[in-house]
Structures are given as structure tokens and as C-alpha cells.
């Protein structure tokens, strides 16, 4: 028999396990008996943390989020580190884009809410993340901050993900350079 986890490690452990679930089976069929009996413990100890399905959910999604977070690239332009950081998302997210997006439609259906009420970057340190891409460009000098708006931040990160939700495949270096290029940077002008 194993050692016996507690704390921080029975949560990554049950968190993970969740994550498993929702990423094999999606949200329809995501139970609290799936996760306990993946994680090899007992309903008491996941039932202590979260009370129903949907805060487990919640927290799953946050916790996966926070790990995910890539290094913002510093390449000397915007053109470079929104292209370094759309390339290393394709490469490593299609996944979690899918699964986010997918196959946690049925949780959207069901608790009323949206994808975007479910992960927001605030709460995961994509905010910040993102955030000091711009700052950087303004302060280089290449961007005006008041063209900066949420929307037009969000957007290189949004067409990735469109296209991932359309080919569920990494997208081609030529779509990137060409959200980039033509679509993204001739807002900023």
C-alpha cells in the first residue's frame, strides 16, 4: 500500500484525477465517484473540498489553467512574441483548447454559464501574462497604449483558437503569420 497523501499532494491528486476524467469522458459523463476511484481515495475526502460537481469542475479548470502558463517570450518586437507565443501555444495546447472548449460543452448547457465565465485569464495569470507582452510594446515604442483595447489584445489568441475548434489540429505557421501580420498588426496602426 502506498503512502497515504495529504494536503497539497491529495489535491493535485484528486485535481488531476478530475482533469483526467473531464479530458476522457467529458463533462456529461464526469462523476464524483469517477474522480475518487481514479484517484484512489474515498467520496469523504473529495466531498470535504468540494460539495458537488460543478465546484469541482471549477477548481479543476482553474488548476489545470495555472499550470499551464507558458513564459511570456521577450524576442525584441510584438510581431516576434505574438508569433513566438501563438507557435508554442499550437504546439502545446490542442489539447487543453479542445477539452476546454469541447468537452465541457455539456457544463456550459447545464450551469448556464460560458466558456469565458469558466476560465478567466485573471484568475489564472494569463491577464498578467499577456499584459507584459503589451506593456513591452509600448514601451518599445511600436504600439499606442490606447489602441490597446481587451478586444484587440484577445484577438491573435482568439483566431488560434478558432482554427484550432475548426481543424481540431496544431495550426500551420503560415495561418500564424498570417493572423499576425495581416489581420493583428494593421489594427494596431
Known amino acids: 500500500m502506498g503512502e497515504r497523501r495529504r494536503g497539497a499532494a491529495l489535491e493535485q491528486a484528486l485535481l488531476d484525477a478530475a482533469w483526467a476524467e473531464l479530458t476522457d469522458h467529458g463533462y456529461a459523463r464526469f462523476t464524483m465517484d469517477a474522480v475518487v476511484k481514479r484517484a484512489g481515495t474515498s467520496p469523504p475526502v473529495l466531498y470535504r473540498r468540494w460539495s458537488d460537481r460543478d465546484s469541482l469542475v471549477r477548481a479543476t479548470v482553474a488548476h489545470v489553467l495555472r499550470e499551464n502558463v507558458l513564459d511570456v517570450p521577450d524576442t525584441g518586437s510584438l510581431r516576434g512574441d505574438v ?14 483548447v479542445t477539452v476546454m472548449s469541447v468537452n465541457l460543452a455539456s457544463y456550459y448547457q447545464e450551469t448556464g454559464t460560458r466558456p469565458g465565465d469558466l476560465f ?5 495569470g494569463r491577464k498578467e501574462a499577456v499584459d507584459l507582452l503589451f506593456d513591452r510594446a509600448v514601451d518599445r515604442g ?11 489584445k484577445s484577438l491573435p ?8 475548434l475548426t481543424t ?3 495550426v500551420p505557421d503560415h495561418v500564424l503569420e498570417e493572423i499576425v501580420d495581416t489581420i493583428f498588426l494593421p489594427l494596431l496602426r
Not at 513566438?84 to 490542442?94: K, V
Not at 489568441?157 to 484550432?164: A, K, N, P, T, V
Open 83 to 96: 508569433l513566438t507565443l501563438l507557435r508554442e501555444i499550437s504546439a502545446t495546447r490542442l489539447q487543453l
Open 120 to 124: 478567466d485569464p485573471s484568475t489564472t
Open 142 to 152: 511600436e504600439v499606442a497604449p490606447e489602441v490597446l483595447t481587451e478586444r484587440i
Open 157 to 164: 489568441f482568439d483566431l488560434l483558437r478558432h482554427e484550432f
Open 168 to 170: 481540431f489540429a496544431p
